[in-house]
Nanobody
Framework: QVQLVESGGGLVQAGGSLRLSCAASGRTFTNYAMGWFRQGPGKQREFVARINLGGGVTYYADSVKGRFTISRDNAKNTVYLQLNSLKPEDTAVYYC??????????????????WGQGTKVTVSA
């Protein structure tokens, strides 16, 4: 198992930016594809973004494409999510997830076998 700890959440006005970080420990970071999910109030957890082992391939939900950027620093065992042009509907708890199986379910919670505790992002209108 890899341990994941998110940070960087907070309160921001609409149009603002945040950078979320997820620090991994316990296993070889480069064995994991990494993803970000979010869960808004009263909603199911939904896919946000994913990055492959080496960082060269990324996937995004349509709702965040062009505004959010996922990246990873394998030397620091950390994955990032840059959130720009934030909207009130981006308000959610954001979770970092690791995929060791690489089974292909890149946009599904079932495709990830390790999860962090989440960091809360609140966007005010």
């Amino acid at each position: 198992q890899v341990q994941l700890v998110e940070s960087g959440g907070g309160l921001v006005q609409a149009g603002g930016s945040l950078r979320l970080s997820c620090a991994a420990s316990g296993r070889t970071f480069t064995n994991y594809a990494m993803g970000w999910f979010r869960q808004g109030p009263g909603k199911q957890r939904e896919f946000v973004a994913r990055i492959n082992l080496g960082g060269g391939v990324t996937y995004y939900a349509d709702s965040v494409k062009g505004r959010f950027t996922i990246s990873r620093d394998n030397a620091k065992n950390t994955v990032y999510l840059q959130l720009n042009s934030l909207k009130p509907e981006d308000t959610a708890v954001y979770y970092c997830a690791a995929d060791s199986l690489l089974g292909g379910a890149v946009r599904s919670v079932d495709g990830y076998d390790n999860w962090g505790q989440g960091t809360k992002v609140t966007v005010s209108a």
